[in-house]
């Protein structure tokens, strides 16, 4: 479900908020656990232990964010992993004043990812909100490095600005067992800042 709310205060300051919710059948609207269970136990731990550090992001020169994640897997017993999927399924964007919007305000255009890879492999999927990275040969427990890009709303270079979103991280393993978290990520802009500054929250925005 994609929505758009302007809002313009007397200001002429305004807020553009643009959110994508994606609702999936393992999550209902009051769930509050970062962990979503498809089958009952599989995914607690130590049966599967899934840990998504603090991570890094480049604001690039071509409207887009890099994040740099590492994605954590422990497993007892072992088993393998054949694929990760990261669903980008909330996004907000709040631009500091409403001078710092282009023309450009068509909601299809940003809020996708537009490339990735996820331990070395090349995630399919850009232009979406699901990337995928499929192993050719399953994967042992470990860290995952994963590198998402995102596009954002076109915005005057000086200008503040402030981007939160979610991404649900699917790992999938031999045995067919799905295991899920979600992350979520502040990211503020200021006017003399090149980069965003980045906060990692877990669960819903």
Not at 6 to 21: H, R
Not at 83 to 95: K, M, T, V
Not at 132 to 147: M, R
Not at 184 to 201: G, I, P, R, V, W
Request: proline residues 7%; positive net charge.
């Amino acid at each position: 479900m994609r929505k758009i709310i302007v809002m313009k205060k007397i200001s002429l300051l305004f807020t553009l908020i643009v959110s994508w919710t994606l609702i999936f059948s393992q999550v209902t609207e009051n769930t509050t656990n970062n962990i979503d269970v498809p089958v009952k136990g599989c995914c607690d731990p130590p049966n599967v232990t899934i840990n998504i550090p603090a991570g890094t992001s480049v604001l690039n020169a071509d409207n887009t964010i890099t994040l740099s994640q590492n994605i954590q897997v422990n497993t007892s017993p072992v088993k393998l992993i054949t694929s990760i999927q990261a669903e980008l399924n909330y996004f907000e964007f709040i631009p500091g004043s409403e001078d710092c919007l282009a023309c450009n305000k068509n909601s299809i255009t940003f809020g996708n990812f537009i490339k990735g890879t996820i331990s070395s492999t090349p995630a399919v999927g850009s232009g979406t909100h699901v990337m995928t990275s499929n192993f050719t040969g399953p994967k042992p427990p470990g860290t995952f490095p994963a590198s998402l890009t995102i596009s954002l709303p076109p915005v005057v270079k000086c200008c503040e600005g402030l981007v939160r979103w979610c991404i649900r991280y699917v790992i999938t393993f031999d045995d067919c067992t799905v295991c899920t978290k979600v992350v979520c990520y502040e990211k503020k802009k200021t006017a003399t800042d090149s980069n965003f500054n980045l906060t990692t929250k877990s669960g819903k925005p």
